[in-house]
């Protein structure tokens, strides 16, 4: 089936700098989609999610922007914090031939250095 | 508080005991779901529910059975147990939005398996 991925693993930043999250997916026909942040031992944790009639959301210090014609998402994170060190995962509605389930993507780590 | 329970936390048990995860929400969602994550791979979907009674396959659903007879219950089931599903499970569920589509997902703090 089609995937959701991640551009970068891993990504270092420095507390109060801007972070940028990116994700691609394949699967034309999806149209909604979610970050998630999950810290160590705890589950993903809803962030901030949108759908394809928009191209871009904000939330408090985040921002989601879709771009459908490259297929692209990212997560933009304002001033980053010491708190926001954690997996960052995008998801898609994979549609209703899944049941509308989310695929996930493998996430990416971010780091905040002080 | 808006929550899903996942139960044990922790488990460690041996190859062809069966065992039972159980999951629980206080949120009367429709939809519920079985994912593991393993490192490098992600979030895999095992089964999902849309609904009481209505069950389907996710992406790795091989050693695994689901029942969803209430509404705020989706117990995880290994009937015989082998070491390649040793691995961290998570619940979610989640209400079904406009068109069938979905909304964001509610994770339970998840369940560590090891399988020896």
């Known amino acids: 089936g089609e995937s959701v991925g991640l551009h970068l693993p891993t990504l270092s930043v420095q507390e109060g700098d801007n972070s940028i999250i990116n994700c691609a997916y394949s699967n034309s026909a999806s149209d909604y989609f979610i970050w998630y942040k999950q810290e160590s031992g705890k589950g993903p944790q809803f962030i901030i999610d949108?759908?394809?009639?928009?191209d871009k959301r904000q939330g408090q210090r985040v921002t989601v922007l879709l771009n459908k014609t490259v297929k692209h998402l990212s997560l933009q994170i304002a001033a980053t914090q010491p708190g926001d060190s954690a997996v960052y995962f995008c998801?898609?509605?994979?549609?209703?031939?899944?049941?509308?389930?989310?695929?996930f993507g493998k996430g990416t780590s971010l780091l905040v250095t002080p | 508080e808006a929550q899903v329970t996942q139960n044990p936390r922790y488990l460690i048990t041996v190859t062809g005991k069966k065992l039972t995860v159980t999951c629980s929400q206080n949120m009367n969602h429709e939809y519920m779901s079985w994912y593991r994550q393993d490192p490098g791979l992600g979030l895999r979907q095992i089964y999902y529910s849309m609904n009481v009674e209505v069950t389907d396959k996710g992406d790795v659903p091989e050693g695994y059975k689901v029942s969803r007879k209430e509404k705020r219950n989706f117990p995880l089931i290994l009937e015989s147990p082998s070491p390649n599903q040793t691995s961290l499970y998570f619940c979610?569920?989640?209400?079904?939005?406009?068109?069938?589509?979905?909304?964001?997902?509610?994770f339970g703090q998840g369940t560590r398996l090891t399988v020896v």
């Open positions: 998801a898609e509605n994979a549609g209703s031939n899944s049941g509308y389930a989310l695929n």
């Open positions: 979610a569920s989640s209400f079904r939005g406009v068109r069938g589509v979905r909304t964001e997902a509610f």
């Open positions: 949108i759908r394809s009639n928009m």
